[in-house]
């Protein structure tokens, strides 16, 4: 079993930025690799960033590229999210998730974890 608590969300200003964190617990860190993931109100849940194990290889969707970097401490046990340049369409709850395995996941029902969440709002 891996708890995942995920922390850093807010209210903030189009443009901002902010650094999600999600602290896990429970396996070796190491053997998972995470992603982000967020829901708006009335949408669907929808891939973000994930990276793999080592944290040598990272995935983005589009529409992040360029603003959001995903990194991991082994050390720590930590993933966090970079977000800059924040957007109103930004604003949705964000969530961790971990998966067993030494790829790229982004795909919401291959992860095997997930945290609760924390709320990004980004006003205009």
């Known amino acids: 079993q891996v708890q995942l608590v995920e922390s850093g969300g807010g209210l903030v200003q189009t443009g901002d930025s902010l650094r999600l964190s999600c602290a896990a617990s429970?396996?070796?860190?190491?053997?998972?690799?995470f992603g982000w993931f967020r829901q708006a109100p009335g949408k669907e849940r929808e891939f973000v960033a994930a990276i793999n194990w080592s944290g040598d290889i990272t995935y983005y969707r589009s529409f992040v590229k360029g603003r959001f970097t995903i990194s991991r401490d082994n050390a720590k046990n930590t993933v966090d999210l970079q977000m800059n340049s924040l957007k109103p369409e930004d604003t949705a709850v964000y969530y961790c998730?971990?998966?067993?395995?030494?790829?790229?996941?982004?795909?919401?029902?291959?992860?095997?974890?997930w945290g609760q969440g924390t709320q990004v709002t980004v006003s205009s």
């Open positions: 429970g396996r070796t860190f190491s053997n998972y690799a």
């Open positions: 998730a971990a998966k067993g395995g030494t790829y790229i996941y982004t795909v919401s029902n291959e992860y095997d974890y």
